[in-house]
């Protein structure tokens, strides 16, 4: 990136800045007409200059201009009018140039906000660009914070001035010389005030400033450190509550925020002085104006009409003299933003553009065998962390690396993943230096799978294909015609910001890629032999049960998800375990379901705002009159508040003791207390609508087995099923489309797959009841998947869809380095180096998956090599070849057995 500011942004906007100023240069002829015509309203048909007899007349508008050695040049003779009607036409030119006046300004920044715009877009996309090129080592001396914080929040104020930073001086200065040139040809010395004033301001303002631009640097630094410390709190919160730390990293924010706050306030203080002294002199000029200018007058030196319109062309002067001033103080605090910002993103051995290439192309006809010789690799103290290493695996071996943490197994893995450079020796693939590879061989040819797994947010599906993701398809060809019309116009706009015509909309997944090749479309079934290596099918499957299928889903699992709820009823019937469900009958409360899944006896796809909608109805209070819920319902919700507020008193800010609330929140609490001491259980009348419609509300999520503070008795359940009957007959069309009513032949779409299966309540009386009931449903799911195929992938897809979390955090640490090992597995790879991959897994689960994956791999067609680092020598009994490191040396290298087929 170019290190200075106006090159870079002239070099990218060049063609858009000179429209710009061109737009400005033709916005100052009507900009200068509009100060005219003030004068020529006064001193023509208001004091009445030329119309001194009934009849006289005034030309409007004429236009004519002279040329030396030629003379006058008349294009338009004007118009001949009488007084009145030469005031109206007047004041409608007035108000013709205020019109066209507006409309350049909104043409002008709307153009200049389209330009700041693209360069911010390409800006952006340049620094990310480059952290994706950065050389791993790199990685270490960066805080993820910082880096996030500088790519989105510094950088955006660059998109505002580099529309400004050509077009702003030619407009403001525009404005500003036309506004002094026209003071000057009413009266010189009064142009002589004004650019006197104008000059004092331009000389002394900005020096006041260059303070402000200092400390506005201090708060930029010190406010990304404290981005970078708070992201260092979350990653490492763990280890602070191990440490019983919080107080400390209470003391280091309290002091980052102190001396934050010292600077902003200095800030303050001199900002509102510089604003004071501006303002000052601003003000200053016109009261030359009417003294100096009066006394003109008075004299008759000046008449009333020029005085007039030098005061209203000097409005138009401090504002874009002030604008110039803070121009000049952004363009200095954007230059040294924007040096900051290219210096953080400088690397002298970034990856070159051609290595990242999406067509790039590797001139091997084998990459077979990976070859490690000499390799000798240094930490940043210089301390070797390998020496002299020379390793040989081919196509077909399987290669066990053991020894401790710092023995250099663990770096060797790293560096033939491609994330630690070598001092000394190279790697090869058929004779293909690894570290002049382009990213196509080190991504593709060689599989990874690191230490610490990593996942992005996004879907379960997202992160296993992940590794697919190398080019981008074909665009449909059945596309509709406005979603192509979008397509274009998304291409011509990252044209015209530098960024690459990537269409990240499109089928980016490399059919020729997966292992094991699919007989059918699609991948779910290489999707499904990969999880089963992996043995996450039926955490998958979990992941689906627990989702909703929605409208468009149910069609396909209806039926088979109706069968799975009578087969689960008949299995419990067969061993006596049917009372460990209590179904949603229509005439019965159901003990285990919140008062409002009784009330309104039905599921929603957004409950909250479904039962928002049903309190508010006027039929829902009408029906809890007549049944006399409403007071009982609030007088439960009272008691409710009382004892939750009670119960949690003090414990909002130790989350151990509250992520059982799932009813309020701990900001709710204040709210809720505040509510309890402005009315009684009894007070309903009394109460406010608001305060009824939440305490009926909480009374909604009230369970009495879960919570047990006896507010539920058999009087209030009759009332409810009462109500709800009451409700089904009377709900109105434009709510009954809010909530599914519960049907025992009918499969819900707003519920999971799981609510659909059991079509009830577990029953808590009975130990270990939900545990069982899943152990059923399990035995019943892996019965039915193995009979239809269409239901397995009903479900799968399901699971796959599921959210990950940011970083994977949705799913549990096993879990994520099970996806991880799937995410490798599934694409297909000369050589797979597997880097401690299931560190701190039980040794037995260890073996059982190394068992798995070696023999997913040797089953391929390609036969590729596996390269293991572990820990524990006793898993390698697996392998072809133990390799022994110790102390960054190879200690010893014992032969196995041969690979199996």
Same mark, same amino acid.
């Given at each position: ?6 090159? /870079? ?6 063609? %858009?800045?000179? *429209? ?12 200068? $007409? ?38 006058? *040049? ?23 140039? *205020? ?57 955006? @104020? ?38 006197? $004033?104008?000059?004092? =301001? ?65 800030? /303050? ?13 601003? =003000? ?10 009066? /006394? ?19 409005? &138009?002067?401090?504002? @874009? ?51 490690? =010789? ?6 940043? +103290?210089?301390?070797? +962390? ?9 196509? #077909? ?41 382009? &990213? ?7 599989? /990874? ?48 910001? !530098? ?50 299928? #929605? ?50 006896? !039905? ?55 509250? =992520? ?7 900001? %709710? ?11 009684? @259980? ?107 195929? &269409?239901?397995?992938? !009903? ?55 190394? &068992? ?33 490191? %110790? ?15």
């Amino acid at each position: 990136m170019d290190p200075n500011l106006f090159r /870079y942004i002239w070099t990218h906007t060049r063609r %858009e800045q000179i *429209v710009v100023v061109l737009i400005i240069f033709v916005s100052m002829i009507p900009y200068y $007409m509009a100060f005219d015509l003030p004068k020529q309203i006064v001193n023509g048909p208001l004091q009445g200059a030329g119309f001194e007899t009934p009849d006289a007349t005034q030309l409007f508008l004429p236009l004519s201009f002279d040329l030396p050695f030629y003379g006058t *040049v008349q294009i338009f003779g004007g118009l001949p009018m009488e007084r009145l009607p030469l005031l109206w036409a007047l004041s409608l030119t007035f108000l013709v140039l *205020v019109i066209v006046n507006n409309l350049f300004k909104y043409l002008i920044n709307t153009r200049k906000g389209l330009l700041g715009e693209r360069l911010l877009r390409r800006v952006r996309y340049e620094l990310i660009d480059r952290i994706l090129r950065f050389p791993a080592p790199r990685f270490k001396q960066m805080k993820a914070g910082e880096v996030s914080s500088m790519v989105k929040d510094e950088i955006e @104020p660059l998109g505002g001035f580099a529309s400004d930073a050509f077009t702003q001086p030619a407009l403001l200065g525009g404005q500003a010389l036309t506004a002094m040139f026209f003071i000057f040809v009413q009266h010189f010395w009064l142009g002589m005030v004004a650019a006197a $004033m104008a000059g004092i =301001q331009v000389a002394i303002i900005p020096r006041m400033r260059r303070r402000l631009i200092f400390l506005g640097r201090q708060r930029q630094l010190t406010a990304r450190e404290l981005a970078g410390r708070v992201a260092e709190i979350v990653d490492g919160i763990q280890t602070i509550h191990a440490s019983d730390a919080t107080n400390w990293e209470r003391a280091d924010i309290v002091a980052r925020l102190g001396r934050i706050f010292r600077i902003r306030y200095d800030i /303050y203080q001199w900002k509102f002085l510089v604003k004071f002294l501006n303002n000052f002199l601003a =003000q200053l000029t016109p009261f030359l104006f009417y003294s100096i200018g009066g /006394y003109l007058t008075i004299r008759g030196s000046l008449d009333v009409g020029q005085l007039v319109a030098v005061i209203n062309a000097y409005k &138009e002067l401090p504002g @874009p003299l002030k604008e110039l001033i803070d121009w000049d103080l952004a363009r200095q605090d954007m230059q040294v933003k924007y040096e900051q910002v290219v210096e953080q993103f400088a690397s002298d051995n970034l990856i070159e553009p051609g290595r990242q290439a999406i067509d790039a192309e590797v001139v091997a006809e084998s990459f077979d065998p990976l070859l490690v =010789q000499g390799l000798t690799v240094d930490n940043d +103290l210089g301390t070797h +962390l390998l020496d002299d290493v020379n390793l040989e695996v081919r196509a #077909g071996e399987a290669v066990a690396l053991t020894g401790g943490s710092g023995d250099g197994a663990l770096v060797l893995g790293e560096v033939l993943g491609g994330h630690m450079p070598s001092a000394r020796g190279r790697v090869t693939l058929g004779g293909l230096d690894l570290d002049l590879a382009p &990213e196509w061989v080190t991504g593709r040819v060689v599989g /990874y799978a690191g230490t610490t797994p990593w996942l992005f947010a996004g879907t379960v599906f997202d992160n296993l294909t992940y590794g697919l993701r190398r080019r981008p398809g074909p665009v449909p060809a059945d596309e509709p015609a406005e979603a192509r019309a979008a397509r274009d116009w998304a291409r011509i706009e990252a044209e015209r910001a !530098g960024n690459p015509l990537f269409d990240r909309d499109v089928d980016w997944i490399d059919q020729d890629a997966v292992q094991p090749r699919s007989v059918g479309p699609g991948l779910l079934d290489p999707v499904w032999a990969v999880l089963g290596v992996v043995d996450l099918r039926d955490d998958v499957i979990g992941i689906g049960i627990r989702s909703r299928a #929605g409208v468009a889903g149910a069609g396909r699992l209806a039926p088979q998800i109706l069968t799975l709820r009578q087969a689960l009823r008949d299995r419990l019937r067969e061993r006596d375990l049917v009372n460990l469900i209590l179904p949603f009958e229509s005439d019965q409360y159901n003990a285990e379901a919140t008062i409002g899944e009784n009330l309104f006896f !039905g599921v929603s796809e957004d409950p909250a705002a479904a039962s928002t909608a049903i309190i508010r109805s006027p039929t829902f209070r009408k029906i809890v009159q007549e049944t006399g819920l409403d007071a009982a319902l609030f007088d439960l919700g009272w008691h409710f508040a009382r004892a939750t507020v009670d119960l949690f008193e003090g414990m909002q800010d130790v989350p151990a003791m509250t =992520q059982s609330l799932t009813y309020m929140t701990t900001d %709710e609490m204040p709210e809720f207390d505040a509510i309890l001491d402005r009315t009684t @259980p009894e007070g309903y009348a009394n109460a406010g609508t608001a305060d009824r419609i939440r305490l009926i509300r909480l009374a909604t999520a009230y369970v009495e087995p879960s919570f047990r503070f006896g507010l539920l008795d058999e009087d209030l359940r009759a009332r409810i099923v009462a109500g709800r009957q009451m409700l089904a007959e009377r709900m109105p069309a434009s709510l009954r489309g809010l909530i599914q009513p519960y049907d025992s032949a009918v499969f819900m779409a707003g519920a999971t797959l799981l609510e659909n299966i059991v079509f009830g309540k577990i029953n808590r009386r009975f130990g270990r009841a939900e545990e069982r009931v899943e152990e059923v449903i399990r035995q019943i799911l892996r019965e039915q998947l193995a009979r239809a195929p &269409e239901l397995r992938d !009903g479900i799968v897809s399901l699971g796959l869809a599921g959210d990950a979390g940011p970083g994977g955090r949705r799913l549990t640490l096993l879990q994520r380095q099970k996806l991880a090992l799937a995410r490798v597995l599934i694409r297909r790879s000369s050589f797979y180096v597997f880097n401690e991959p299931l560190a701190g897994v039980d040794p037995t689960l260890q073996r059982r998956l190394i &068992e798995r994956i070696l023999g997913f791999l040797r089953a391929q067609p390609e036969k590729p090599g596996v390269i293991w680092i572990m820990a524990n020598n006793a898993l390698a009994a697996d392998f072809s070849r133990v390799v022994a490191f %110790e102390k960054g040396h190879i200690l010893e290298e014992v032969p196995v057995h041969a690979v199996a087929g």
